[in-house]
């Protein structure tokens, strides 16, 4: 397909569903923190299923191990760094919301912080900055190698 006339994932969405486009400024936190779920758990399965064919359950096995709230947590701390003032503002906006559900079986620091990484990635999402959010993961998963088990 010729670069000019290649849709965006995020456009195809809208033109086949018939929706809006939105303004990520306008979502709470926790809205962000809900589609940035998915989009990071998307990326992590396509990156997971990419070293190989494997029994689900074993697929599940190392998603999970991406997914919880202890690694996020851990990635956001190596990401920090590299946010700029807005990505920074959003990510604090996320930590800070007080969440409905309780942190099941991580410390209330890994929840509320993976909830601003999860907003983050909802906010870049939104606003189809697809590069940066990936780039931004990248930063947070090399930052655990040796950390997942």
């Given at each position: ?101 309780p942190a099941k079986n991580q410390t209330i620091t ?40």
């Amino acid at each position: 397909m010729e670069k000019g006339i290649e849709l965006e994932f995020h456009d195809c969405i809208e033109e086949v569903l018939g929706l809006k486009e939105v303004n990520a400024a306008e979502y709470s936190p926790l809205v962000l923190a809900y589609i940035g779920d998915c989009v990071y758990d998307l990326v992590i399965k396509t990156m997971v299923i990419s070293y190989g064919n494997k029994q689900v359950h074993k697929l599940h096995e190392e998603t999970s191990s991406f997914v919880k709230a202890s690694s996020q947590s851990f990635m956001m701390r190596a990401m920090q760094q590299h946010l700029t003032e807005e990505e920074h503002a959003i990510y604090r906006r996320g930590r800070n919301t007080k969440s409905v559900s309780p942190a099941k079986n991580q410390t209330i620091t890994d929840y509320r912080r993976a909830t601003g990484f999860e907003a983050l990635i909802g906010y870049l999402y939104l606003k189809r900055e697809y590069k940066r959010l990936l780039d931004l993961v990248k930063i947070g998963l090399d930052s655990l190698e040796g950390q997942i088990e």
